[in-house]
């Protein structure tokens, strides 16, 4: 099980090849996961909650989810 840390360096990590590399986080992931030879499931077990949020917007603008109906503001 990893710890916080772990989840929030990984987070850290994922966020910073979104930004440099321009991709989604979807793409993110799979891209680490692929340098540093790791299994997507032991990702799967280091994305943290506000990682997870962020993956469902990209896969609802990918159309990969259903798009949540939003109450306009």
């Known amino acids: 099980m990893p710890t916080k840390s772990e989840i929030m360096d990984f987070e850290i990590i994922i966020d910073r090849i979104v930004t440099d590399k321009k991709i989604n986080y979807i793409d993110a992931i ?21 990682l997870k949020n962020k993956l469902a917007v990209d896969a609802e603008s990918l159309n990969y989810l259903p798009k949540k109906s939003k109450l306009p503001l």
Do not use: D, K, M, P
């Open 30 to 50: 799979l891209n680490y996961c692929e340098t540093n030879r790791i299994e997507v499931e032991v990702a799967a077990a280091l994305t943290g909650r506000s």
